[in-house]
């Protein structure tokens, strides 16, 4: 715990509910950033850091206590192919904790006096392949070679000192395997969150057995769902709750449908702020949105929760 007092994530959600922010690149595109490369968000940490720290800063002041960061797209191997070294990897993957730790020093002098927390993201695999195959999952990669790909990210980013690691967007249970291997011992608490369609991962595996991966591992402090349809969170927090008996993480897309070939999305916006109750009263306690959420969406959560 930091020396302003708060408590810790662990503790809070202990006691209570948590609010996620929303998708990053959301608010990074509604500022006028193009995001159209394979580097995603993640780019910014490089050419645009500040527009990295106002977007934080936007879902703190809409009622977030939580800001995921921008290395979900972030790896040595991907920043490699633009020409970056392992040693200026390092320190981008550094600078996006620290990007959300001073916005959330930013709130707290624009007034925000609720406990805020930074969230290191660590996308799968398949988001460092920019191919829509994190949607996928089964790269043809075996747990070994994930949890070896996995872990020289996951050691930088805990050695920043994160609240927490958001090992997110999970499609299958062979990288649940390799993530929950590659963050043992690094002393950053975790959470695990599949992206899944119905009852199932992305990959096709049960979502019992997926979550039954996390139960027992003691690194991991809270499992769920995330950047999947808003119709799919409620029975898929209620199994996680039941088959874990952890805090329960969800933080759904708007709805709308993403397509890998094109880079767009489509159909209706289905995300409701007011459904988050329902959520809470099946067991999840980290509630936020993720892509095409912005901080409206977040600001209605808040509402509906009492966390405004």
């Not at 715990?1 to 202990?14: N, V, Y």
Request: glycine share 10%; proline share 5%; hydrophobic share 45%.
């Amino acid at each position: 715990m930091s020396s302003d007092t708060r408590p810790s994530l662990t503790e809070a959600l202990a006691v209570g509910t948590v609010v996620l922010d929303g998708g990053l690149s959301n608010q990074l595109e509604a500022a006028g950033h193009d995001l159209g490369d394979a580097l995603w968000s993640a780019r910014l940490l490089a050419e645009a850091p500040e527009a990295v720290v106002e977007a934080h800063l936007a879902y703190f002041e809409a009622g977030a206590n939580v800001a995921i960061t921008a290395s979900y797209q972030a790896t040595f191997e991907g920043f490699a192919r633009y020409g970056l070294t392992r040693a200026r990897t390092a320190e981008l993957l550094a600078y996006s904790v620290e990007s959300a730790r001073e916005a959330a020093r930013r709130a707290r002098e624009r007034g925000v006096a609720r406990p805020l927390w930074t969230a290191a993201s660590a996308g799968p695999y398949g988001a460092m392949l920019a191919d829509g195959s994190e949607y996928r999952g089964r790269y043809g990669l075996s747990v070994d070679e994930l949890a070896d790909f996995h872990r020289p990210r996951l050691e930088a980013l805990a050695a920043a000192r994160p609240d927490v690691l958001a090992l997110e967007t999970v499609p299958d249970t062979e990288e649940a395997r390799a993530l929950l291997r590659a963050v043992r011992g690094l002393g950053v608490p975790a959470w695990l969150s599949y992206t899944v369609a119905g009852s199932r991962t992305r990959a096709g595996q049960p979502l019992e057995e997926a979550f039954a991966l996390a139960a027992e591992a003691e690194e991991i402090v809270a499992v769920g769902v995330n950047c999947c349809a808003p119709k799919d969170v409620e029975p898929a927090v209620a199994l996680a709750a039941q088959v874990t008996g952890k805090p329960v993480v969800a933080y759904p897309n708007s709805g709308e449908t993403w397509h890998a070939d094109t880079a767009g999305w489509t159909g209706p916006v289905t995300f409701n702020p007011e459904a988050v109750r329902n959520w809470r009263r099946a067991g999840a306690r980290l509630i936020g949105g993720c892509c095409r959420v912005g901080p409206t969406g977040v600001r209605g959560v808040a509402e509906a929760l009492g966390a405004a």
